[in-house]
């Protein structure tokens, strides 16, 4: 990706309402200005282009937490993929949709692997300049066990880090 002084901002995204809540704010605070129609052909030198990554988790993932005594036939990891693509595409659709609603245009990525390592790799291989990722607000018992992604990137990433945290809940 030739970049010509552009600023890049990685947003990563998943099933979560706190993932697309993120997505949300980064629009909404560093994309200031909306797109205006002529500018949705082309990105000028020096624009900031939002880039949407979601990382897709291997299949054998899948495979194995069925348990060991299930054999994985062809038919059954070829299953699994395709709802993983589908899952995946709506994944993006969601979050082109807020872009779109919001005036701001964006490029999606698609990567498999470990969503912890995926979006630091990717977002080194893309020359972030920022990754956004949303916090599901784990205590720090259960983060402990099941490990935080957005800890990982804030102390692996080769690029800042801005962690949105969900908003608070409404006490009405």
């Not at 939002?50 to 062809?74: F, R, Y």
């Amino acid at each position: 990706m030739e970049r010509m002084n552009r600023k890049v901002v990685m947003v990563a995204v998943d099933e979560s309402q706190e993932s697309l809540y993120a997505l949300s704010w980064a629009i909404d605070h560093l994309f200031p200005a909306p797109m205006t129609p002529q500018d949705t052909h082309e990105v000028a030198p020096g624009a900031t282009i939002l880039v949407i990554l979601h990382v897709q988790p291997p299949v054998h993932n899948h495979i194995h937490s069925v348990g060991p005594a299930v054999c994985a036939t062809p038919s059954l990891i070829e299953s699994v993929k395709h709802a993983q693509e589908e899952s995946s595409r709506k994944v993006l659709s969601n979050a082109l949709l807020i872009c779109e609603e919001k005036g701001v245009r964006a490029e999606t990525a698609l990567v498999e692997g470990d969503a912890k390592e995926m979006l630091c790799q990717t977002a080194e291989q893309m020359n972030a300049d920022v990754l956004v990722v949303g916090s599901r607000g784990l205590g720090a018992l259960k983060r402990a066990f099941l490990g935080s992604v957005s800890d990982h990137c804030a102390h692996h990433a080769s690029c800042p880090v801005l962690i949105v945290k969900p908003p608070k809940a409404s006490t009405s």
